[in-house]
């Protein structure tokens, strides 16, 4: 293990360990705009509502830690709803989700990684309402693309 293996490893434990307590706080900012956070998939609209109201699109404020203190919950909406655990990709650093917490063994497709960091900063760009909710969908029932038609004899 290099050090920097090493510290990616006690970065993503503190994710973990600090969880709870980034949960409640969450829940407790969106009590405040009246928006109800209860884990299931209703959240999924509503995280992207209340994300519009804690940071608008025209500010200049730096969304990366709103984004990671969101997808905190979108990630255990995830968990939660599909199975799953939490997971810190860390064997190839040439992976899209290399060092990024990562749900795992939501879906019947062994392997597939589900960012809920892409995700919410996905959503922070375009605010395009229903990503959250397609992304998820996508992630837990992917649908095969048949591309048969594409090869050529």
């Known amino acids: 293990m290099n050090e ?3 510290k990616y490893e006690e970065d993503f434990d503190n994710f973990l360990m600090i969880m ?3 949960l409640d706080s969450l829940k407790d ?3 405040k705009h009246k928006i109800p956070l209860d884990f299931s998939l209703r959240d999924l609209e509503n995280l992207e509502d209340l994300l519009d109201l804690m940071a608008p699109p025209d500010t200049s ?3 990366s830690k709103m984004i990671v203190y969101f997808a905190r919950h979108l990630g255990e909406v995830v968990r939660l709803n599909y199975g799953g655990q939490w997971f810190l990709p860390l064997d190839d650093i040439k ?5 990024k917490p990562v749900i795992t063994g939501h879906s019947p497709v062994e392997g597939l990684e589900f960012s809920p960091v892409s995700v919410m900063r996905a959503y922070s760009l375009r605010r395009k309402k229903g990503t959250l909710a397609r992304a998820v969908k996508a992630n837990v029932a992917p649908t095969p693309i048949d591309i048969d038609h594409l ?3």
Request: glycine share 0%.
């Open 20 to 22: 709870d307590e980034q």
């Open 29 to 31: 900012d969106a009590e």
């Open 61 to 63: 404020q730096d969304l």
């Open 95 to 99: 992976s899209v989700n290399f060092n």
């Open 151 to 153: 090869i050529e004899e």
């Open 4 to 6: 920097y293996t090493k």
